[in-house]
């Protein structure tokens, strides 16, 4: 009996300090269903930089070109530039051919930030003020550049856009990123941008005002989560990165599960590198005494840090209460229990799912996401694993994703497909 209660309070203590976690962000999260704000008509045009580093990639690129060509923004107020590196297809020629310009990677080129690191150097030398990052599997919305405009001209200095998954009905893998980006959309970056804090910043559709580059003496990451990296620099400098719900991209997502578990094992182990990297100088600028906003989006920042890790460890909690259980009641009562438990998950998973694709206000039920929508609870339980795995041992080397092109784009607000542009 000493044993077991022993063993409870090890499983108490471990959840309350994870709990304490989660109610932090779910605090956040309350604010989901706030209006999202809307940046008025620009003043303005900025003359804008964007850049697409490729590896491989000419399936894919001169889709992501002939997109940002159509831009309503005025073509004198921007230049695409594609960095291609480590490439052993025609990506270059593609992306010339598309109608994009060229930048010439130098010496070893190890991650996307390497690539970026040499353009900004390059690019900062002109009289671009802003400067958007894109994947060379993506697509831009026509308007994107123009709500970018409008964000920067309301005194954003970095801005993140909608992302959204290219081809959802490709297969319920594909799918079930395209909902996990509504979910983390509506929860994570909304509320934030109610709350003055920062959107989460991912490796594609964002934007950075040249001030803050100058800041940061350029483009300076090492990790393979550049974004993750470059959102701690902001963080240290006080910088928010506002969120911009209007600007949208299409990004092509993986199609089969193993593919999908490489890139999101390679996500989790980024993000726990940069924790390691860079939560010692965030955490001793947060204790030597930041204020008000500043202290805040640091704070803001440290949890989304530290996140991954309780994530990690939350099956040690859960583990020591079914081992409870087994002791106690024994080990059928501790099997049943568990049960309960993962078939609450699963029907809170689908429920939330379904909510998002076939209930949303004023969006007609798109029935072709039934298989996503049952197999999301799969999805979402295999980011546990997933870190599990990062925290055991650290995922240093970038994997190529390969991307056919072929996917359908979602029309925000339109009841229908519409076929993406094919690549060259």
Not at 224 to 238: R, Y
Not at 285 to 298: N, T, V, Y
Not at 342 to 361: H, I, Q, S
């Amino acid at each position: 009996m000493r044993d077991m209660s022993m063993f409870l309070a090890a499983a108490c203590f471990a959840g309350l300090v994870l709990k304490l976690v989660s109610v932090y962000f779910g605090s956040i999260a309350c604010f989901a269903f706030s209006k999202e704000q809307k940046y008025p008509p620009a003043k303005r045009l900025r003359k804008m930089a964007v850049l697409a580093a490729c590896r491989n990639e000419e399936t894919v690129i001169g889709g992501l070109v002939e997109s940002l060509k159509a831009q309503d923004y005025p073509t004198e107020y921007y230049d695409i530039y594609v960095i291609p590196n480590n490439c052993t297809d025609h990506t270059e020629e593609a992306a010339r051919q598309a109608g994009a310009k060229i930048i010439q990677c130098t010496g070893t080129v190890g991650c996307k930030g390497d690539a970026l690191h040499q353009a900004v150097e390059q690019l900062m030398k002109e009289d671009y003020e802003v400067f958007c990052v894109f994947d060379a599997d993506n697509h831009a919305a026509p308007d994107f550049l123009t709500h970018m405009n409008e964000a920067f001209d309301a005194g954003a200095r970095v801005v993140k856009a909608r992302q959204v998954a290219k081809n959802p009905y490709d297969s319920w893998v594909s799918g079930c990123y395209g909902i996990y980006f509504d979910l983390f959309h509506l929860f994570f970056n909304h509320p934030r941008a109610v709350c003055g804090l920062s959107a989460k910043l991912v490796g594609t559709g964002f934007a950075v005002h040249r001030d803050v580059l100058e800041r940061l003496g350029g483009w300076n990451t090492t990790t393979i989560a550049e974004d993750a990296e470059f959102s701690s620099q902001c963080a240290e400098l006080g910088e928010r990165i506002w969120w911009a719900g209007d600007a949208v991209t299409y990004d092509e997502q993986p199609l089969s599960f193993r593919v999908s578990l490489t890139q999101r094992r390679r996500w989790c182990s980024g993000v726990m590198q940069v924790a390691k990297l860079r939560l010692p100088v965030l955490l001793g600028k947060f204790w030597k005494g930041q204020e008000g906003d500043a202290a805040m989006l640091l704070l803001d920042f440290i949890m989304f840090l530290i996140a991954p890790f309780t994530q990690a460890v939350s099956i040690v909690p859960l583990g020591l209460v079914l081992l409870c259980k087994g002791l106690e009641n024994g080990w059928g009562n501790a099997l049943q229990y568990a049960g309960s438990g993962l078939l609450l998950y699963m029907l809170a998973m689908m429920l939330l799912a379904a909510g998002l694709v076939w209930f949303r206000k004023g969006k007609k039920p798109d029935w072709r996401m039934g298989k996503a929508v049952l197999l999301f609870p799969l999805f979402m339980a295999s980011w546990l694993p997933l870190q599990i795995a990062s925290l055991c041992r650290e995922t240093k080397k970038w994997e190529e994703i390969r991307h056919t092109g072929k996917g359908v784009c979602r029309k925000e607000g339109l009841g229908r497909l519409s076929q993406t542009p094919q690549t060259l």
